[in-house]
């Protein structure tokens, strides 16, 4: 049980909405209950069907799914699959046993039955850096801040503008294709120390997107397993994304020509 502490810091923050996949009723509606009194926001399903047609009707859209490893029908890592193609969510596998390999490999962590908020928590902050906080760019505000933009023109000229914002996208364009091939050579080290980079140059002009995404490239572990690539992998799919919304917004905001890559 939670001391009052304990409940009064998990009210505190905003936790992640949860999508539970779990054929067992019993273990379903248990689970369920004890995230949703540790504070989570959590959706279920019975099946892996009924989870697909949850996420298609976009009343769910989850940052976490929980799936439970040994269902019948479509299930394991052919669910994985599924579940990527209809979410950014982080895929978290759940079972009362070991799961099979491929299933371990497919998904981003692992949760032993029974579980509680505090399991999850811990899952999320050293195995998923990348995939518990997705992308959020419904506004330009998220991709460049308007406060920095701002303090900007307050000192120099839109030229002086200009060509900064021109350096940081053109280095951005640099740093994806080095990021690129650290990835495929699975060199984790040099991944933190690009990711690094990304944070700190872009953090200094306000691309937040691309800040963000730096500093959790920054925090993936050294060890270059299976989970921790495929979430390298997906930064880089968000940070070319980043970098395209940057540009567009610099287009837009000061008609600075960049082609980041």
Sequence with gaps: ????????????????????????????????????????????????????????????????????AQMPGL???ALITKLRARSRAAVVAVSGSLPPEEVRRAADGFLSKPFNGVALEHVLAHRLPASANPRKTDSSDSVISPETLAQLRRQMPESGIREIYAAVTADLGRRLTALEAAISRQDMAEVRRIGHAIKGGCGMVGALEAARLGALLEALPTEPTGNH?????????????????????????????????
Excluded: F, W
């Design 1 to 68: 049980m939670h001391t009052r502490l304990m409940h009064d810091l998990l009210s505190q923050r905003e936790l992640p909405t949860v999508l539970l996949i779990d054929d067992d009723l019993i273990s379903r509606e248990v689970a369920a209950t004890v995230l949703t009194l540790d504070g989570y926001t959590v959706h279920t399903a019975a099946d892996g069907k009924s989870a697909l047609e949850t996420l298609a009707g976009g009343s769910c859209v989850p940052e976490v799914i929980l799936v439970d």
């Design 229 to 261: 690539l495929g979430n390298s992998a997906r930064l880089l799919s968000d940070l070319r994304a980043a970098a395209r919304d940057l540009e567009r917004i610099l287009a837009s905001e000061l008609s600075v020509e960049t082609s980041p890559g």
């Design 75 to 77: 299930a394991g890592a």
